[in-house]
């Protein structure tokens, strides 16, 4: 079945740290690929997508590339900010007959970012 | 500007009690979803109700129910509450025919099945 896998956390930075957070997936067809976040005490925001390959989102200095061949989605920000800290949770979806399409949700992984 | 509106944000239960989360949406949306967030474990589809009057199953939906009250309104039933139950629900919604990551997310229900 269709698949998201996110890297291990959580992880810590330093405030204007590199961030990069892996994402890869499994599925049948041709996903479109999205990064969600999840600020303390909110419900899932819409972070970035792409929806087809080489296509990049980006979104408040958020940076993801869809790659076809490595089958992964990887999360870039060149410098985090203590605003940043959030859940994210990579996602994918594939079209599915009679309602919206359905989304499946890898496991999230927590950044903190420190002054 | 409420959007996607979850009551209550905690509840604590007993084991075999019942309860009935409520959800609603102020954005004239035709589809609306019930998830499930437990750590390590992202988010799981429970039911979604594509239009009113209809629903239908989602990834995890033993244990619950769910009415598609009218429009606005879709609540999840936990009839017999389990300790397996406890997680993060979230509801959203979005309009039909949209691209699936429009999505509008509640912020959420915290329950604990003791």
């Known amino acids: 079945g269709d698949s998201v896998t996110q890297m291990e956390g959580p992880v810590t930075l330093s405030e204007e740290a590199f961030l990069t957070i892996n994402c890869t997936y499994t599925?049948?067809?041709?996903?479109?690929l999205f990064w969600y976040v999840q600020y303390p005490g909110e419900g899932l925001q819409l972070l970035l997508k792409a929806t087809k390959a080489d296509d990049k989102g980006s979104n408040k200095g958020f940076e993801a590339t869809y790659r076809k061949e490595t089958t992964s989605f990887h999360l870039e920000k060149g410098s985090v900010q203590v605003s940043d800290s959030a859940v994210y949770f990579c996602?994918?979806?594939?079209?599915?007959?009679?309602?919206?399409?359905?989304?499946?949700f890898g496991k999230g992984i927590t950044l903190s970012v420190r002054p | 500007n409420a959007g996607v509106t979850q009551t209550p944000k905690f509840q604590v239960l007993k084991t075999g009690q019942s309860m009935t989360l409520q959800c609603a949406q102020d954005m004239n949306h035709n589809s609306m979803y019930w998830y499930r967030q437990d750590p390590g474990m992202g988010l799981r589809l429970i039911y979604y109700s594509a239009s009113e009057g209809t629903t239908d199953k989602g990834e995890v939906p033993n244990g619950y129910n769910v009415s598609r009250l009218n429009k606005r309104e879709f609540s999840l039933r936990l009839e017999s509450a389990a300790p397996s139950q406890t997680s993060v629900y979230f509801c959203?919604?979005?309009?039909?025919?949209?691209?699936?990551?429009?999505?509008?997310f509640g912020s959420g229900t915290q329950l604990s099945v003791l």
């Open positions: 959203a919604s979005a309009r039909q025919g949209a691209s699936v990551e429009k999505l509008f």
């Open positions: 996602a994918l979806a594939l079209p599915h007959t009679g309602a919206n399409s359905k989304l499946t």
């Open positions: 599925a049948t067809g041709y996903p479109s």
